[in-house]
């Protein structure tokens, strides 16, 4: 009788492993990646959600100025800038500036603009617009 010399393979070979391993340093990576993306993203939402308090705390402001001034609309030119910067400034980096755009019927739009280091410099602006009563 013949026997035929199978051998059977006990185990994993060198390279079954190595390859193993690349593979899952690979997932790794992408992991890393993908969690350092949600980690932007909550970042910018968090920014994004203190510029929109900065812009309200703006429009409070006015409110402030439209006591003095109604019926008329409040003149945005007599908001004080540099208090507001102060306050907002510790929160939101770069912060650039404040600027008001009254777009008749008392009508005002603002815009916070930063800029946004952690993700290459980037110039980042909240626009928000209301309305106060009064007349032009």
Not at 84 to 104: F, H, I, K, M, Q
Not at 126 to 134: D, I
Request: some cysteine; hydrophobic content about 45%; overall charge negative.
């Amino acid at each position: 009788m013949m026997r035929s010399h199978m051998r059977k393979q006990h185990g994993f070979t060198l390279i079954e492993a190595l390859v193993a391993l690349a593979v899952l340093s690979f997932g790794l990576l992408g992991v890393a990646a993908m969690q350092l993306k949600a980690l932007q993203s909550a970042h910018a939402g968090y920014q994004r959600a203190v510029a929109s308090l900065a812009a309200q705390d703006a429009q409070e402001r006015l409110w402030a100025g439209l006591k003095s001034s109604f019926p008329a609309c409040p003149n945005p030119d007599t908001v004080k800038d540099e208090e507001w910067r102060s306050n907002w400034a510790s929160v939101l980096p770069n912060l650039a500036s404040l600027t008001y755009t009254d777009e008749g019927d008392c009508t005002f739009e603002v815009a916070v603009i930063w800029d946004e280091g952690r993700f290459g410099g980037e110039t980042e602006t909240f626009l928000y617009t209301f309305r106060l009563p009064g007349t032009t």
